[in-house]
């Protein structure tokens, strides 16, 4: 098998582990994946809003989501670490199902929209983009955006800075489409810039303020070696 082959095929391989380890584990909040190659195996780092709910009693539920990632997925030896999500109003992938439940409960696209979006702002995002698609409010399909704060649309910084989620809601008018963009509060933006007074300047660059040596001529120097002698 080709190179190109082996890579398109792992990368097949991984998205379908995701979209199972999303079903389920829907209920404990699946807040993203991450699968690293070791010498000893395969590790799943899964991240979710209730580590508890995929430990399972006595571990038994994260004994049968090893046999199955082993036997049906094919990675060698996988071991599973379970992580909390520090903040889920932070997390792209969370808000994005809590968004789409509120949907299939009942909720206005626009009310819901609005409140996904200030309760990330409120958790201290610097940015936040909310997609909306589907039939929203009639037979024919339309797209609503929600955009608050910085957010970046391409180049490194979306790289390096913008969490993305989807999830999808599915109603009795057909299914909607919900994607969330998340910039992180700690994100470092190409363009912001820190001006600093003297002090900390020669805090940060002693060389450049340190006091330039005053070297004496070289006939003034003979001078004084003439005299002593």
């Known amino acids: 098998m080709a190179a190109e082959r082996k890579i398109v095929a792992e990368h ?18 699946f807040g993203g994946l991450e699968v690293q190659r070791t010498p000893m195996g395969t590790r799943v780092i899964l991240t979710t809003e209730r580590p508890g709910l995929v430990i399972g009693r006595r571990g038994q539920t994260i004994k049968n989501l090893t046999q199955v990632i082993e036997e049906q997925y094919g990675f060698d030896s996988p071991q599973i670490e379970v992580q909390e999500v520090e903040n889920a109003s932070l997390n792209a992938q969370i808000m994005a199902e809590k968004l789409a439940f509120s949907l299939e409960r009942g909720w206005h696209f626009r009310r819901a929209g609005h409140s996904t979006v200030r309760r990330i702002m409120d958790a201290g995002a610097r940015g936040c983009y909310i997609i909306v698609a589907g039939k929203l409010s009639g037979q024919r399909h339309r797209t609503e955006k929600f955009k608050e704060g910085n957010i970046k649309f391409c180049g490194d910084t979306k790289t390096q800075f ?49 006091a330039p040596k005053v070297e004496a001529p070289a006939e003034a120097e003979a001078e004084v070696t003439e005299e002593v002698q």
């Open 12 to 29: 097949v391989r991984r998205v379908l582990l995701k979209e199972y380890l999303m079903k389920e584990v829907s209920r404990a909040g």
């Open 162 to 210: 913008i969490e993305h989620g989807y999830a999808v809601a599915k109603l009795k008018m057909g299914v909607i489409g919900v994607t969330v963009e998340i910039m992180v509060k700690d994100a470092k933006m190409p363009a912001d810039i820190t001006v600093l007074n003297k002090t900390e300047a020669a805090a940060v660059l002693p060389d450049l303020f340190a």
